[in-house]
């Protein structure tokens, strides 16, 4: 899952918070480290921004660290929250071209809930939820 606020651990740096959530998940790596390394570039950031402390970070790195540490475990299925809603309009392309390429290039299933008529846009197929029923466009 990807939350609209981040939640990350803010005395923690990316690698940390990233590191947490493969040890909460059960799954047993070789090198967290090592996976840690791949996934930053995957999500748009440097590898050296793996030793920063997430404060240190822009809302758009922090939006980044989150998805990399939902992607630790390599899900089958994403949701996400509003990943958009604290971000400048440029970041909010970068950050949907990455759940774009996750859905149509690793075959993720991307579940996004959204206020954003961008976000909806861009996706696939959308559910719109409205007093009476539920529509799909």
Avoid: W
Wanted: glycine share 4%.
């Amino acid at each position: 899952m990807v939350f609209q606020s981040y939640n990350l651990l803010t005395y923690m740096t990316a690698a940390e918070n990233i590191i947490l959530s493969m040890d909460a998940s059960g799954k047993k790596y070789n090198n967290k480290e090592e996976k840690i390394i791949k996934l930053m570039p995957k999500v748009g950031l440097k590898s050296s921004y793996a030793d920063r402390k997430v404060l240190r970070l822009s809302g758009g790195e922090q939006q980044r660290v989150a998805i990399a540490r939902s992607l630790s475990y390599n899900p089958q299925i994403i949701i996400v929250d509003e990943p958009t809603g604290n971000l400048d309009k440029q970041t909010e392309v970068e950050i949907l071209e990455i759940f774009k390429k996750l859905a149509h290039e690793e075959n993720n299933c991307v579940i996004i809930v959204t206020h954003s008529t961008n976000i909806c846009n861009a996706a696939d197929i959308v559910y719109e939820q409205n007093v009476k029923k539920i529509v799909m466009k």
